[in-house]
């Protein structure tokens, strides 16, 4: 049998050249040309290829049968050719399914590129939206804060209007005191001034009337006219010292309406900062269900892309598959072309046999 390192193909074409030289080809000839092999390897070859050509012509064989020479030639070429054809088959169409599955395969890696670069920008754009998110749910956190601050502000501003408003009313109800005291002193005074005046009246009417006793009783209604005035300064500086105590009070009370106003109006700001701050945590609520709408549906979408990913590896898989099939199918094709070749090498060395043995006997 012929050695690894020379095959038939390099006798033909060595031979080949050796003939379009003008020479005959033989053993010498051949390895000389391809500067390798063996006698007893290039022997068969050589053989082969002369047979091939029409020429093979040895002593022994025009003993054999020419229907037995035809017959294993025409059974060699039928082996050689159903191999051929079945590798060639075989070859065209794992050629065919090879360049349709690379061309799946290139679309394949496109879409899943594409998928990918998809994929990472929807992840990025997630990322953001997440770190949005969470500085916005920090300022909601820091309006909440601010705004308990605002609330603890305004309860405690209501606690003082409330107190203040006690001490109104209180200070109130000691004014209604303080002027029905003046009011009962006012009548008293007039009272004392009527009778005053009463009994002026009636002192002059009886020194009208009583002139003799007017020297006698001067120095009395004297004292009496005396002790009155100064029960009337007594009740004219209790008067005067209600009047101030009034005004005080007054004073007093017109302080607690600022105050009270004061305290309003801070009251007003209050609740205008708070509708504020509430307007303000609205819109945060508003803004953050958006984002996390948003969220979902990039979750969706993220979820969308993995299962087509899947799907695209499922199919490579499936293709990797079709591939080895394929690649099977070629293998069992080349073993096949190999038994044939092993059978007309088994066939040939067997009529080789049958000639040696022939050429000895004569």
Request: hydrophobic content about 35%; proline content about 0%.
């Given at each position: 049998m012929a050695r690894s390192g020379v095959s038939y193909a390099d006798v033909a074409t060595a031979a080949s050249a050796i003939r379009a030289s003008g020479q005959e080809a033989t053993i010498d000839r051949v390895r000389e040309a391809l500067g390798t092999g063996s006698k007893s390897t290039l022997a068969p070859l050589l053989r082969?290829?002369?047979a091939a050509q029409g020429e093979e012509k040895g002593a022994g064989r025009e003993d054999l049968p020419d229907e037995l020479l035809t017959a294993v030639r025409h059974l060699r070429e039928l082996a050689q050719q159903s191999a051929?054809?079945?590798?060639?088959q075989a070859r065209i169409r794992f050629n065919e399914q090879e360049e349709v599955l690379r061309q799946q395969l290139v679309s394949i890696e496109g879409e899943l590129s594409a998928l990918q670069n998809s994929h990472e920008t929807l992840t990025h754009a997630h990322a953001e939206l997440q770190g949005h998110h969470q500085q916005l749910m920090e300022?909601?956190?820091?309006f909440q804060a601010s705004a308990a601050a605002q609330r603890a502000e305004l309860a405690e501003v209501r606690q003082r209007l409330s107190e203040r408003q006690a001490d109104y009313g209180e200070l109130k109800t000691q004014l209604g005191h303080v002027r029905s005291q003046a009011e009962h002193y006012q009548q008293a005074v007039a009272e004392e001034r009527r009778l005053e005046r009463e009994q002026v009246q009636q002192l002059r009417s009886e020194w009208q009337l009583t002139r003799d006793d007017w020297g006698r009783r001067m120095a009395a209604d004297a004292a009496a006219l005396l002790k009155s005035e100064k029960a009337y300064d007594t009740l004219l500086e209790n008067h005067r010292r209600l009047e101030l105590e009034k005004s005080t009070q007054q004073g007093e009370l017109e302080r607690n309406q600022w105050e009270r106003q004061s305290l309003q109006e801070e009251l007003a700001v209050t609740n205008d900062e708070l509708a504020a701050l509430r307007s303000e945590r609205a819109a945060a609520a508003v803004t953050t269900a958006k984002l996390l709408t948003a969220r979902e549906h990039l979750?969706?979408?993220?979820?969308?892309?993995?299962?087509?990913?899947?799907?695209l590896e499922l199919r490579a898989a499936k293709a990797d598959d079709?591939?080895?099939?394929?690649?099977?199918?070629?293998?069992?094709?080349l073993q096949a072309k190999i038994a044939a070749e092993a059978e007309v090498r088994e066939l040939r060395s067997r009529l080789d046999e049958r000639n040696d043995i022939r050429q000895r006997d004569r």
């Open positions: 082969r290829w002369k051929d054809e079945q590798i060639e300022k909601n956190q820091q979750e969706h979408s993220v979820d969308m892309l993995t299962s087509r990913i899947d799907a079709l591939a080895d099939r394929l690649r099977s199918e070629h293998a069992l094709a």
